[in-house]
């Protein structure tokens, strides 16, 4: 009888899901490479909610999280011309396209997280979603993505002298690259599923990434020290395509980004408990965690890599207006 109780159960829940779908005249496909739980899915779930009560129903989001539609770089193309309405994207992939998305990925560019919070939230962060409409899209909001400090196996990363000779993996990334070499460092290129084992058999000494991919691919087993220098700080983007929004109408428009900015403490307060969670893991687990230290001569040493890739006056003028926000 439980049996029969519980099947009927689920084919009402079921009905009931289908026909609010159904009563949908609009229903968004949002893309993410994050696996569910992340706390970028989860806050594009929160927005959908947010549009379905705003909206009464008339807009839903559905999210097709761990890379199901593709991913980022082929899911950028499918955003531009509509197959997909919604995309949470690392800026990364957008530096050749939106010119602007190249500023937030400097190194040091931001002196903290909460830094890049005053900044993005304000009128520089206004004007880096603004730039993606000439190329197809709408910016929306944007979400976290940690902080990335040093960790090695070799010893303490104390000062910019102990990174000399050092071989740090990277993303392979123009920038990054040349970011270890002005910090004296070998940059050695490699995707990120070869990090642990290289690390562990000495072909590179170590790497850098926030707390979580820290923690969660097991680096800190093998890279006993992390030092939280937090060089790189940069935001991803939440987009929708403008083929999409230019369907809405400009209340619905206006429905739609408020519902993705209100998805943004949601993200930040999950971000924050994931953070803690894994340093929480990886302190416990005897790691040498280095946390004096002078950024200012790292800083310094970015010049360079300035320098070359911030080349335009548009591109300068936002550095400067990052660096005089309080």
């Given at each position: 009888?439980?049996?029969?109780?519980?099947?009927?159960?689920?084919?009402?829940?079921?009905a009931a899901f289908t026909t609010a779908a159904a009563a949908c005249e609009v229903t968004l496909k949002s893309s993410d490479?994050?696996?569910?739980?992340?706390?970028?899915?989860?806050?594009?779930?929160?927005?959908?909610?947010?549009?379905?009560?705003?909206?009464?129903?008339?807009?839903?989001?559905?999210?097709?999280?761990?890379?199901?539609?593709?991913?980022?770089?082929?899911?950028?193309?499918?955003?531009?011309?509509?197959?997909?309405?919604?995309?949470?994207?690392?800026?990364?992939?957008?530096?050749?396209?939106?010119?602007?998305?190249?500023?937030?990925?400097?190194?040091?560019?931001?002196?903290?997280?909460?830094?890049?919070?005053?900044?993005?939230?304000?009128?520089?962060?206004?004007d880096i979603l603004k730039a993606f409409e000439p190329h197809g899209y709408v910016g929306l909001a944007f979400f976290d993505?940690?902080?990335?400090?040093?960790?090695?196996?070799?010893?303490?990363?104390?000062?910019?002298?102990?990174?000399?000779?050092?071989?740090?993996?990277?993303?392979?990334?123009?920038?990054?690259?040349?970011?270890?070499?002005?910090?004296?460092?070998?940059?050695?290129?490699?995707?990120?599923?070869?990090?642990?084992?290289?690390?562990?058999?000495?072909?590179?000494?170590?790497?850098?990434?926030?707390?979580?991919?820290?923690?969660?691919?097991?680096?800190?087993?093998?890279?006993?020290?992390?030092?939280?220098?937090?060089?790189?700080?940069?935001?991803?983007?939440?987009?929708?395509?403008?083929?999409?929004?230019?369907?809405?109408?400009?209340?619905?428009?206006?429905?739609?980004?408020?519902?993705?900015?209100?998805?943004?403490?949601?993200?930040?307060?999950?971000?924050?408990?994931?953070?803690?969670?894994?340093?929480?893991?990886?302190?416990?687990?005897?790691?040498?965690?280095?946390?004096?230290?002078?950024?200012?001569?790292?800083?310094?040493?970015?010049?360079?890599?300035?320098?070359?890739?911030?080349?335009?006056?548009?591109?300068?003028?936002?550095?400067?207006?990052?660096?005089?926000?309080?």
């Amino acid at each position: 009888m439980n049996v029969l109780k519980s099947l009927a159960v689920s084919l009402l829940a079921t009905a009931a899901f289908t026909t609010a779908a159904a009563a949908c005249e609009v229903t968004l496909k949002s893309s993410d490479t994050h696996p569910d739980g992340y706390p970028t899915v989860e806050a594009v779930k929160h927005m959908g909610k947010l549009l379905e009560e705003r909206t009464g129903g008339k807009i839903c989001v559905e999210v097709y999280h761990s890379a199901q539609l593709g991913e980022e770089k082929d899911t950028i193309e499918q955003t531009k011309f509509g197959v997909i309405d919604l995309n949470r994207v690392s800026m990364g992939p957008f530096n050749n396209l939106v010119e602007e998305t190249k500023v937030v990925s400097l190194p040091y560019v931001f002196k903290g997280v909460d830094h890049m919070h005053r900044v993005m939230d304000g009128p520089v962060g206004d004007d880096i979603l603004k730039a993606f409409e000439p190329h197809g899209y709408v910016g929306l909001a944007f979400f976290d993505g940690g902080s990335r400090s040093f960790y090695n196996s070799v010893k303490p990363i104390k000062s910019i002298e102990d990174l000399d000779g050092m071989k740090v993996r990277v993303m392979q990334s123009d920038i990054f690259v040349d970011m270890m070499s002005a910090l004296g460092a070998n940059a050695t290129p490699l995707p990120y599923g070869e990090v642990y084992s290289s690390i562990q058999t000495g072909v590179i000494d170590g790497a850098e990434n926030n707390w979580p991919s820290y923690e969660s691919s097991g680096h800190f087993e093998v890279a006993g020290y992390y030092t939280l220098d937090e060089h790189l700080i940069v935001p991803e983007v939440l987009v929708m395509s403008k083929a999409t929004w230019d369907t809405l109408s400009a209340e619905d428009q206006a429905t739609v980004r408020q519902a993705a900015r209100d998805s943004v403490p949601v993200m930040r307060d999950l971000w924050q408990a994931r953070e803690k969670a894994s340093e929480e893991k990886v302190r416990a687990s005897g790691v040498e965690v280095i946390t004096e230290i002078d950024k200012a001569p790292f800083m310094a040493a970015m010049d360079s890599v300035y320098e070359k890739h911030v080349t335009s006056d548009k591109l300068k003028d936002l550095v400067a207006r990052i660096r005089a926000t309080d």
